[in-house]
């Protein structure tokens, strides 16, 4: 399998998981991606091998938007829940 086969598979798997908002299978994915890109830079690169790392690391800036996205989300909803409680045990101890 040439490396430009090999870079759209990753790439396809980091958009399902993106798109399933898997978080461990991109966290896994990554790190798998890290461990591989020092032998990817040895290697003499095709225009097309090029093209696909472009590819990914466009997908990167969308991935990391998407992750900001869901952490503003998941503060959001902590921070309800803080609250929820607030007025639970304000509740409870005026009763």
Not at 50 to 56: A, E, M, T
């Amino acid at each position: 399998m040439s490396l430009e086969q090999q870079l759209q598979g990753i790439i396809a798997s980091f958009e399902k998981a993106l798109a399933e908002q898997d978080w461990q299978t991109l966290g896994v994915l990554d790190s798998k991606l890290q461990h591989a890109i020092p032998k990817i830079k040895q290697q003499s690169l095709t225009v097309a091998d090029k093209q696909q790392l472009q590819r990914l690391n466009a997908f990167y800036s969308t991935m990391i938007a998407a992750g900001e996205r869901e952490k503003a989300y998941t503060q959001q909803q902590i921070q309800q829940q803080e609250c929820n409680k607030e007025g639970v045990l304000a509740y409870l101890q005026n009763s």
